[in-house]
């Protein structure tokens, strides 16, 4: 095997200044910096510890230092500094911050620290946080800081402006008296550090390493890179690599001018350019370069490779999205079955609201996943809150569950009361709840405390009796409404509060859809089945190995698998901005975003998009993203899944679909085996009463009859051993 190509060679040999590898995805820039330390090490004699090299998640520093390990060995690779830019800054500052006056054991605030010490500042100034939104706030704050812009010199000219100001300063002043920083103030202070060394002609953290290397040079932000610059100020042996196409992080204040920034800061720099895909097959390539070729402003750059053509690009078409998850389980139950390993899988959405409908298709099926830089859907802060009133309400004795929520949204509980109230419990030998009864006896809880338990006792009171007869998504609307929880996160106008919304939306749509399902197999929907089926699975996913890898496009920057599959891909979804005129900027990033998807997959890609999609508790129309109907004919295959669940060859769409001609499917994948080739094919005339049909849960079966229930059609089956029941067709699979 050839472990490095000429250019390569050059990047990794490049004896020392100024370097820059300019490549397109799956080029080996990753594996140009990780041969390059080794050769650093290895055969230079530079020592470990004076290596600096950043990456841009935490999952892609873990992975560059275990394949460091395997080329040096564990113990030099330790000694390496390899991290991302708030990690590493981090630890830089505990050493040399004392220069900024920083103490050593200064403590780092993340985001709820952040939101609590907005919260306490705006009561101290007594400023209405329902006007002032704490959240909001921290935003306009970060975003400021960002753009390295001090309190100071913020032009405060309107009312609204000026409570801002106020707000920071004494945000900044409170951050300095805890000895405290944010994440911005990481690569801030460490500025500052470099700017204090040059002043007093110390060295210090500019001379502690002899070269520094960056992976994903494209998404840095200026600060980022004036750090860098300062850290590589004596020697200038600073390596970055980098593709403007895969820039997808302009509202982080990412900037992709950066690389252009360095060849103008470093006119000797080496450059070197990388064209050779190593990982994707020819048809992948393609299809990426496809979309990427019309952004409008762009570095001329090649990419071709030596791999094989490969198997078609699946592009299908789905009725919604739960039809879509189905598929998706189906396509890696197909691979398990051949043998691959759940590890092998990615399933991306561009989305975090997305994944709910794909993990229950998961969970359900016991198929183990996980869920990359996000949260698996039940373990949201917001839906665990939701779930913990639901428990409640089902059983008040629930200790955990009372103690999460008893003051959320904030109801004026504090820790004292809650405290006074435990030691009471425990008194009586009660729990909480109960210990709620004869408040009026408990001298150490003063009145207005007591009225503000007993009104939480009264709320959860009226939960149990509502529970048993409001149907499981109604009462989730109940408890939303009647918590204050919904118009807390409306009041706070923030991204982050709609993002909750929408989590809590898409657990309404999950009780809506188990309904749904309930009511199909002639069940009860109770909201204690449903708690019971979600703990469950929770379980079965703990105990799980290898596992199926979820997560957004952004998150999976970097990445590669065998096997990709790529929902949700319709317009105003994927791209999800960008579709009015004027915002081109917009529509070239989610077309980077498209390039960095496609990329990822080493074999195999299936790209699903559907007719109609519920979204945040709406539904919308789907029409097939533009981004699918630019791929090339020769690098795809066209399928339509039915609302029975068959999958038929569908004509190409885009601009040449007049000519429509049929797909002549040769196709090894066994997913899909049951294509009807050829002949005119009916939506409703596939599965008949009559056919013989097998359920995942009830086993074989014989169709009785059929019926059309909105998008969806319905069969009543007479199964083998369980009786008749109405299923959905597309839980049912032929088996004649
Ligand atoms: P991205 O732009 O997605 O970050 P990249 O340019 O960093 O991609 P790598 O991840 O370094 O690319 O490499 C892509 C794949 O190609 C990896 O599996 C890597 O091991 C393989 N590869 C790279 N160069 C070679 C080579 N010369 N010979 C064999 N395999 C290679
Ligand atoms: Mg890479």
């Not at 055969?43 to 600096?52: F, N, W």
């Not at 980022?224 to 992080?249: E, M, P, T």
């Not at 992948?284 to 070729?293: K, P, Q, S």
């Not at 749904?516 to 009860?524: A, F």
Request: glycine fraction near 8%; aromatic fraction near 8%; charge should be neutral.
């Amino acid at each position: 095997m050839v472990e490095l190509n000429a250019p390569q060679a050059q990047a990794v040999a490049h004896p020392s200044g100024p370097l820059l590898v300019f490549a397109g995805a799956g080029s080996g820039k990753t594996r140009v910096i990780t041969f390059r330390i080794a050769n650093l090490v290895a055969r230079e004699g530079v020592s470990a510890h004076r290596i600096l090299a950043v990456t841009f998640t935490n999952k892609a520093a873990r992975e560059l230092r275990s394949r460091l390990e395997g080329l040096l060995g564990e113990d030099l690779a330790r000694r390496l500094w390899v991290g991302t830019f708030h990690s590493l800054g981090a630890k830089l500052l505990r050493l040399h911050g004392g220069t900024i006056g920083l103490k050593k054991d200064f403590a780092i605030y993340d985001g709820t620290d952040q939101k609590a010490l907005i919260a306490r500042i705006l009561k101290d100034l007594a400023i209405d946080s329902k006007e002032y939104a704490p959240k909001a706030l921290l935003g306009q704050i970060g975003h400021y800081k960002q753009q390295n812009i001090r309190v100071d010199a913020l032009a405060a000219d309107s009312a609204h402006m000026k409570v801002v100001q106020q707000v920071w300063a004494q945000y900044e002043a409170r951050l300095r008296t805890a000895n405290a920083l944010d994440f911005e103030d990481i690569l801030l202070r460490g500025g500052e550090l470099l700017d204090e060394e040059l002043r007093l002609g110390v060295v210090g953290v500019r001379e502690r390493f002899d070269h520094i290397l960056v992976d994903e040079f494209q998404d840095t932000n200026g600060t980022q890179y004036r750090w860098l610059k300062g850290l590589a100020h004596f020697h200038r042996n600073l390596c970055v690599v980098g593709d403007d196409d895969q820039s997808i992080y302009g509202w982080r204040g990412a900037d992709v001018r950066n690389i252009q920034s360095f060849r103008r800061d470093h006119p000797d720099a080496e450059v070197v350019k990388l064209e050779q895909n190593y990982r994707s097959t020819a048809r992948i390539v393609e299809a990426a370069l496809a979309i990427v070729a019309k952004t409008t402003v762009r570095e001329p750059k090649k990419l071709w490779t030596e791999n094989e053509a490969g198997e078609p690009i699946h592009v299908v078409e789905l009725p919604d999205e739960r039809a879509e998850a189905t598929f998706a389980l189906r396509c890696i139950r197909d691979a398990l079955d051949e043998g691959a390993s759940p590890a092998d899988f990615a399933v991306f959405y561009r989305l975090h609201a997305q994944s709910r409908v794909l993990e229950d298709a998961l969970r359900t099926a016991r198929v183990a996943y996980k869920v990359i830089g996000g949260t698996r859907f039940y373990e949201r802060a917001e839906v665990k809150d939701a779930l913990a009133y639901l428990r409640l309400a089902l059983n008040p004795s629930s200790d955990v569950d009372f103690l999460r929520v008893v003051n959320v949204p904030a109801r004026g509980i504090g820790d004292t009361t809650v405290e006074r109230l435990a030691s009471r419990a425990k008194r009586l030998g009660k729990v909480l709840f109960e210990a709620l009864d004869n408040l009026e006896d408990e001298g150490t809880i003063a009145p207005a405390a007591r009225r503000k338990l007993e009104a939480f006792r009264a709320l959860i009171n009226g939960f149990q009796r509502a529970i048993t007869e409001d149907t499981p998504s109604a009462f989730v609307d109940r408890v939303l409404e009647a918590t204050g929880y919904r118009k807390s996160l409306e009041k706070e106008d923030s991204v982050e509060a709609d993002a909750r919304l929408g989590n809590l939306e898409e657990l309404r749509s999950a009780l809506l859809d188990f309904e749904r399902e309930c009511s199909l197999r002639g069940e009860d929907p109770t909201i204690a089945t449903w708690l019971e089926n979600a703990a469950l699975h929770s379980e079965a996913d703990n105990a799980a190995g290898e596992a199926v890898s979820m997560m957004t496009v952004h998150a999976a920057k970097g990445l590669e698998f065998p096997y990709v599959i790529l929902t949700g891909m319709e317009e105003q979804l994927f791209p999800y901005r960008g579709l009015d005129p004027g915002e081109r900027d917009e529509l070239d990033e989610e077309r980077r975003l498209a390039y960095v998807a496609i990329t990822r997959a080493r074999e195999r890609l299936v790209c699903t998009h559907v007719r109609a999609r519920q979204l945040f508790g709406q539904t919308r129309v789907g029409i097939e993203s533009r981004f699918l109907r630019e791929l090339p004919r020769s690098t795809t295959e066209r399928f339509r899944v039915n609302s029975f669940g068959r999958l038929t060859p569908a004509a190409h769409q885009g601009r040449s679909a007049e000519t429509s001609r049929r797909v002549d499917a040769r196709v090894d994948t066994s997913y899909f085996s049951d294509v009807n080739h050829g002949e005119a094919f009916d939506d409703d005339s596939a599965m008949r009463p009559g056919s013989m049909v097998r359920h995942g849960t009830f086993g074989p079966g014989r169709v009785r009859s059929l019926e059309r229930r909105g998008q969806e059609v319905a069969a009543q089956v007479e199964f083998a051993t369980f009786g008749v029941k109405t299923v959905y067709v597309r839980f049912l699979v032929d088996d004649e």
